[in-house]
Each structure stands twice: as structure tokens, then as C-alpha cells.
């Protein structure tokens, strides 16, 4: 067990890759920024279901809607093992929803946004989730072992995600035109959030998750894994990136790319997306609905 | 109630620590282990253990006061000895 230490021992000590348990002694900065960063993990893949649970009823076969939902039933089940780790923390999990809810914590970009058509569905399941396990691998070496135990489960489940989006992507590629027209269109509209995904590119040793070693890369650096390892699939289907300065610099290796919007990204996070109050609205319709289950079921518990 | 998780991937292998769950009691412990941990065929078997019936212990190994080498693998070199036997023996 870790006994209590300065701030500074304690920074040598995750820097020099140490981790830190539960129970351990821990800054106080040092929780407020697991808290901060774990919760905002947790309130985005509650939020995150929704733009895919809009779409259950809708999705175009049956092994689709079975897919779709069990999807749903993963993120939910990832909320469930990261509030978990919050609670432990010391933030309970009904606070977390109370602040989600009211607007007072953020969650992920791409979920403020609506889902036009079912090439949405396909481009986020695929790309979105892309971007998130880029993310989600560097928690793997997370100085908070708690958390990083939990990162392996998820990223197992997050792999087979994106194995779902591809396939649904490429069912439309292989398709007709009105189909591959529909991914080119849901493409065009995600790119922009897609790009703004990461963070904007601020060194990592500038960034306090990075200085904790919560997150083991900077933004930046997930965006380059990002672009190399997608964007040579995204061209080999046809499609076309909405970006006329995107180009890899094959001596470098560097991706060079049209500046994200940044402004965008910090007024959509904020609680301003196109789509932020009406799911928020859903999630807290949805707290209220079934607070009389919660009752029920924990009285007959008790 | 909190109560941590364990589980065994493949059998054979040993249990490993998941995460943690809170439950009411023990038949909700069962189910949210099942339905967290299991879901995918990821696990073959589970425990969950109240997290108050866990004891850690602060200092898990015998402090080395004396000498204990005897105790390790580092405590014996046979390289040396060895080829010095096979040369005896002429075997080397």
C-alpha cells in the first residue's frame, strides 16, 4: 500500500510508471482529476447508446436490431464497471447522474450530434468507435490500476464494435448507389466532429491527465494513430475524406490536416451540440420513469 | 454493499481481479457479476466476495533481517559448480 507522500514524490512515482491503488494515499489533484476524467469516461458511454438506441427500431434487418441492442447492453455495462471506479473515488454514482443530467459534467463530442440516416449508424459505429479505442488503449497503462483493469474488458468489447461498424459500412459499400451515397454524406457530416474527437493538440506534457500518467499519449499523437490507421481504409472502400489538405508527408510520417474547429468542439461540449438537450431531455425522462423500479427492486432487497 | 470480482478467463488459468459491483445482497451480486463479467463467454468461472470479508495484509513477504538467500533462486549458483564437476568428471 502506498503511505501517504508529497505531491511531488507521488508524480515521480506514476511518471516512473508506479500505479495506485484504491486504498492507496493519493493528492487530492491527483483524485479530482481521475474523478473528472473516469466520470466524463462513464457519462459518454451512457450518452453514447443513445444515437444508437434511436435507431433498434429502425435498423434494417433483424440480426441488425440484435446487434444494435446488444451493443447498447455493452456501453451500458461499461457505464456500469467505470461509475463503479468513480464511486470508489469518492463521487456516488447518483451524484454522477444528477450532474449528467443537469448539464454540470461533459461527456464525448460525437454524442451531442443527431443521426440522420443509417449511414450514421454505420460511420459511427466504425469511426467513432475507432477514435474511442485509440483513446481507450492508452488508458491500458493508467497510473489508477482500478481503472486500468476495468480498460481491458471494455477494449476487448470495443474491438468487436468496430468490427460491427465495418461490417455494416461495407455492406452499404457493396451495395447500391443510393447506399454508398448515404456513407459518403454521414462521412462528410462526421468528419468535422471526428477530427475535433481528441482533444485539441496541446503537448502532453502541458496536459495535467498526461502529467498523472492517467492518459499515457497526447491528443495529438492519438489523432496521427487515428488518421494512419483508419484513413487508408476509409480511401480504399471509394469514399472521399472532406478534407482537400489531408496528406500523409511519407518522409515524416505525419499526417498533415485543415485545422479542427476548435471553437465548435468547446461550445458543442459545453452543452450547446445539436442534439445536447434533447438527450439529455431522454436521460432524464428515462431516470424518472424507472425510479419506481429502483424502489422496488431495492426494497425487496432489503 | 461493494463486492470484488474475480474471474478465470480460461480454465486452468488462475482467478483474476475484474473490478468491483454494488449490490443489495448476494443473488444481485450473482446476477450483475454475470451480466458485467460474462455476458460474452468471457469467463469461465466468477467469484464476488464482500469487500469487508477481504483482509490485506500491509507487508506481504518475510523482511529480510538476515541473510535468507537460501530462501531464493538467486541463493544458489550451479553454473560455476557445474562445469567444474563436468571437468572433473570429464565430461565437460
Redesign the interface.
Known amino acids: 500500500?502506498l503511505e501517504r507522500m508529497t505531491d511531488e514524490d507521488f508524480r515521480a512515482h506514476v511518471q516512473g510508471g508506479g500505479q495506485v491503488e484504491t486504498?492507496d494515499a493519493m493528492p487530492e489533484d491527483y483524485r479530482r482529476a481521475l474523478i473528472k476524467f473516469i466520470e466524463m469516461h462513464g457519462n459518454s458511454e451512457l450518452m453514447g447508446v443513445l444515437p444508437e438506441r434511436e435507431w433498434i427500431l429502425r435498423a434494417p434487418t433483424l440480426q441488425r436490431k440484435l446487434a444494435l441492442t446488444a451493443k447498447v447492453?455493452?456501453e451500458v455495462?461499461h457505464g456500469?464497471?467505470i461509475y463503479?471506479?468513480v464511486?470508489?473515488l469518492g463521487k456516488p454514482?447518483d451524484a454522477c447522474f444528477d450532474d449528467l443530467i443537469a448539464g454540470k459534467t461533459k461527456f464525448h463530442n460525437v454524442f451531442h450530434y443527431p443521426t440522420k440516416t443509417w449511414g450514421d449508424v454505420g460511420v459511427i459505429a466504425w469511426l467513432v468507435d475507432a477514435a474511442a479505442i485509440i483513446s481507450q488503449k492508452a488508458l491500458l497503462k493508467c497510473s489508477y490500476a482500478?481503472y486500468a483493469?476495468?480498460m481491458k474488458?471494455i477494449c476487448?468489447?470495443e474491438s468487436?464494435h468496430i468490427l460491427h461498424g465495418r461490417d455494416v459500412v461495407l455492406t452499404m459499400m457493396t451495395g447500391t448507389d443510393e447506399q454508398r451515397d448515404l456513407v459518403q454524406e454521414a462521412l462528410d457530416r462526421w468528419w468535422g466532429p471526428l477530427m475535433q474527437f481528441h482533444g485539441n493538440p496541446i503537448p502532453a506534457e502541458h496536459d495535467p491527465m498526461y502529467e498523472w500518467r492517467i492518459k499515457s499519449q497526447g491528443n495529438e499523437e492519438a489523432r496521427q494513430q487515428f488518421l494512419d490507421g483508419y484513413v487508408p481504409q476509409i480511401w480504399e472502400l471509394g469514399l472521399t475524406v472532406p478534407d482537400p489538405a489531408l496528406r500523409k508527408d511519407e518522409e515524416t510520417g505525419v499526417w498533415h490536416y485543415t485545422e479542427p474547429d476548435w471553437d465548435e468542439l468547446k461550445w458543442v461540449v459545453t452543452g450547446h451540440g445539436p442534439a445536447t438537450e434533447r438527450r439529455l431531455g431522454l436521460r432524464r425522462a428515462s431516470r424518472e420513469e424507472t425510479a419506481w423500479v429502483r424502489r422496488a427492486v431495492?426494497a425487496d432487497?432489503? | 454493499m461493494i463486492w470484488e470480482v474475480f474471474r478465470q478467463e480460461r480454465e486452468g488459468q488462475p482467478l483474476q481481479h475484474g473490478g468491483s459491483l454494488e449490490a443489495p445482497n448476494r443473488e444481485f451480486a450473482e446476477a450483475y457479476a454475470v451480466e458485467f463479467y460474462g455476458r460474452r463467454h468471457e469467463s469461465v468461472a466468477l467469484w464476488v466476495v464482500p469487500r469487508e470479508a477481504i483482509v490485506e495484509i500491509a507487508e506481504p513477504y518475510v523482511a529480510d533481517v538476515f541473510d535468507r538467500d537460501y530462501r531464493r533462486v538467486d541463493g544458489y549458483s550451479l553454473k560455476v559448480k557445474l562445469r567444474e564437476a563436468r571437468e572433473r568428471a570429464g565430461t565437460a
Open positions: 500500500m486504498g447492453q455493452d455495462g456500469q464497471l463503479r471506479v464511486e470508489d454514482r482500478p483493469r476495468i474488458k476487448w468489447e468487436f431495492l432487497a432489503a
